[in-house]
């Protein structure tokens, strides 16, 4: 292996080193970079009046994401959903760490498949309610493969 | 004195657990993820692991048994793995003020003093990693770390446990009847040829080796042998390392999915790497001083002509220019490359890195240049972060990426690319 020790000065390294040096710099003269240190900008003119009331900027991250470790965005594909203003094509986020309570909308996994609906708690047992009048409510049968993946916490739809 | 009570949490089949996150329809179908290119087995869900199919084994000899048993196999995923490990090591770093990340899908916390039910605690831990990504994982607390290991394996290997162990609940009685039945070979630092030179001295189970006397062991062995037969006694030898310490050294290194001889096919592949591994050098707010580039042919084909070489190329200044590092990578690939051989893989390394803050002013430095690099890297990451990677790339990165890794079954990248979000029905 041939290794070129960075704290050697062997001929070998100062010959690559010059051909880095040409490399990197290929216009440049000595003199031209030594000239260089005269444009740094020097700050000059007075102090602005906003200084002392500058804050943080608005995050959206912040806004949306209350626990980030168990937040996901996801997909949304199909008309489904747009009684709730969920549209396909909008970009859902999704938190695992909350309770799915009655009413909220949930990405829940139906045989193998993620889905987006409301999810309602009634005597009958649980039930899938769409928003669009041409899909029916779709009770869980138990023989079904059904949980909660995470609960819908916000919608980002492009205007 | 309190007892000294350190944690072990380990994910469950991580890769294949990953997968099930975004994957519902792999639940209890057997899974396994392969290594780079495709090569080996190196994680398997539950189901593959009773049809008894071994960890590491090449995946074109298990091409039968996979048919036979509908075995799903995924090319390893590993922009998904590392942010889903981000997540769980964020979530655990909430149980303890002291935590050592020690793998992808391990880590030790330390839970002295902290007074509650250490068992229960860890159920806890178990619950909020499910609900909060879906992974499960197992927990092993024991008075040094080697022992958590070895309880963790026991959490593991038992269901009546059920995912958690503590050694510090057990009786000294109860514990050395648990180690007479596990194997000496699963004791962390003890491997393949130790296990084989104990096995002659008669020395079989953990419970044999944990009362092997020192002194009788250090003749045959090293110290750090003594030490982890003092760890089983119970006896804290290896303290958390807490701080990650920021990396001194940043390697990429694949080996390609064809063996290629042609220089522009190495060139091509030496700086996805290096731009690669400017990309990691910026996110740790680094500059590297070196950069090393080396070639190899494969060694196990025997009957070709092998070759491997490497230099070190110096850098003019420490940088994170991805163009000054792939510039010197491409010098050094010119001056190694020898034709005629048929090379399996490339390697990237920078060294010698410093933070970006610590970088010695010159009388030479360029201001004006170093302001438009460091203005020009950001952009580009920006980009690349926003638009999906490699969006915008150096040109001689090329397009036709032919000697690239084989991934031919990969999933998407769901939390780290736009263009790559998990789908959600929303139809009947």
Known sequence: MTSLSPNLSSPARRAAHSALLSLTHPNKSMFERQRALLRKAVPAGFPSPADDYVERRLSLDEHLIQHKESTFFMRVAGHSMRGLGIFDGDLLVVDRSVPATHGCVVVAVVDGEFTVKQLLYTAQGKVLRAAHPDYPEMAVKPEQEFSVWGVVQWNVHRV | MTQRAIALVDCNNFYVSCERVFQPGLEGKPVVVLSNNDGCVVSRSPEVKDLGMKMAVPW????????????????????????????????????????????????????????????????????????????????????????????????????????VCDFNALTEKELDGLFATIDVGEVWGVGRRTTDKLNEMKIQSVLDLKRTPAKYLRVKFSVVLERIVAELNGVACLELDDVAPAKQQIICSRSFGTLTSRLPDLEQAVIAYATRAAEKLRQQHSLAGGIQVSIRTNPHKERDSQYQQAMLMPLPEPTADTRLLCHAALHGLRQIYRAGYAYQKASVTLTEIIPASAKPQTLFDDVETQQKSHALMQTLDRINRSMGSGTIKLLGEGMDTSWAMRRGNMSKRYTTEWAELAVCHADP
């Open chain 2, 60 to 163: 074109y000899q298990m091409k039968d048994m996979a048919q036979r048993h509908g075995i799903i196999a995924l090319s390893s995923n590993y922009s998904l793995y590392a942010d889903l490990s981000n997540r769980v090591m964020s979530l655990l770093a909430q149980f303890s003020p002291s935590q050592e990340v020690y793998s992808i899908d391990e880590s030790f916390l330390d839970l002295t003093g902290i007074a509650v039910d250490h068992a229960q605690y860890a159920q806890r831990m178990r619950e909020t990693i499910r609900r909060c990504l879906g992974i499960p994982v197992c927990v092993g607390i024991a008075p040094s770390k080697t022992l958590a290991k070895l309880a963790n394996h026991v959490a593991k290997k038992n269901a009546p446990f059920g995912g």
